[in-house]
């Protein structure tokens, strides 16, 4: 094994120029400016202190940039994680223990430790047993208690005394901090004036696009900066009492692991292995469709050492769990960043702000990082989205909707548990089910395709049939009964053809049906026939003898070999 292979990072150092450098320090400058507020806000959505977040944004992306093979992905942490690791922390058996900063930390090693185990394993393609609907109806059913969680602390409410009740929710409401409101809504208005807006005004001007992408990106920092210097300026956590972020540790985070408690690690487990699962996910998603812009190829097996080995980073410097994050990850890419420098050097620059501007983040409202994650994560509500899917597949539309309402009635374990199962049953449900056609022959053609569709030459005596999914114990049954039922529409058949061109397999309990449906038909004074088997197929079927009891029929190399000698 190539050293490469192993650490990736080897292989773009080799080609490195200073042309890379020059893109990567900018957009890893970029990188830091959205990453330090999103750092807080993200700690603070899942419930723990700021620091936590702030510690996941500067080790997991050096060993991501030593493990990962994606050039441009961006590990930190990410909304969907927070607030998955806000339901485990908040679950009773967890809270019980009072301990969250250290049941993050938790959640974070044993995200890693999973992830490396699914390395070993190669279960890189995992990723495939979710499918894109039910990931989507997942995000957007997280993204919805997010914005719920965060209203709160934007309107500066109290928390609910109660669930159960109107007069909970109306007295809760008129709880609101009127400056807290007004300094929301202002960072909410700022932040989107920084999006769409901005850019297209700049785009207007003669401004080179990373200019524009390095100005529209700084709007959360600007937002917290302003936000920050009007606490110090008009008191306003004490004379209004406008809740801040409050003091932040100075300096770097020190390597360690807390105590090993079997129980409580035990408890954690699950909830770990589904924000290994789902972290994983979204990360290769992301990072596959950023290297598919830049012709490039990640290695999804590969990815999970990364990613597991960022996880560790964190918990062994007290952070929360990371991912790559999709808004990061496109500044990062839209910034200009060749390699992971980039991010080598935007957690540099995380790092440098914790020793020498920690203080400051303190005065920070806590609503404006509320603004933050609103903003960041109402695009990622895309109800709509379950519309189209339904109107391309009914089964896909269930799996999606599903999902979203599972995650907002049940929780977030049993929405995407409850998502992945029904994908899974449809599955099983459509390969039970294969297509079968009834072919006929095209007129002055070699041609052979379903009857329901063309005008086709077909015969009394000759039955065609078209097999289109590999036959299985899943799915043998139904292919007999279709034939039988044919038989019955057509009482004159004397040969039934079975057109293998789109069977690749044939497992032993299809290959009983087979047998046992030929002596059927041979009852029935009817003999099977097949055409254009592949060889594959033909290799497996050799080693039985199962071309014995298929005489008289015989296997025809084309259909229409079949109908030169039957019809």
Known sequence: MRLTDFLPIFGWLKTYSRNDFHGDLFAGAITAILLVPQGIAYAL????PPELGLYASILPPVLYALFGTSRTLSVGPVSIAAVMIASAVNAPEISALQQPVQSAVILAAETGVLMLLMALLRLGGLVNFISHPVLTGFTSGASILIVFTQLPPLLGLAKLPCVDSLSC?????RTANTATLITGFAAVLLLILFGKPLTGLLKKTAMKPVWITAISKCGPLLTVALGATAVELWDLDTAYQVATVGRIPAGLPRLRIDAIDPVHWRLLLPYAA??????YVESVAIAKAIAHLKGEKIQPNHELIGLGAANIASALSGGMAVAGGFSRTMVNFSAGARTQMAMLMAAAFVALALM????YFAAIPKTILAAIILVAITPLIRLQNIVHTWRYDASDGIAEGVTL????VLGIEEG???GIILTLVSYLRITSHPHIAVVGRIRGTEHFRNIQRHDVKTWRHLLLLR???NLTFANANYVEEFISDQLQRQPDIKHVVLIFASVSYIDSTALEVLESLNDALKNLNIRLHLAE??????DKLHKTDFFNHLQPGKVFFRTQDAINELA
């Open 45 to 48: 959505l899942a419930g723990i």
């Open 169 to 173: 929710y109306t007295d809760t409401v």
């Open 274 to 279: 589904l924000i290994a699962l789902i972290a």
């Open 356 to 359: 020498f501007f920690s203080p």
């Open 405 to 408: 309402l599972g995650v907002l």
């Open 416 to 418: 995407i548990t409850l």
């Open 467 to 469: 097999v289109d999914e």
């Open 533 to 538: 088997a592949k060889g594959p197929v033909l």
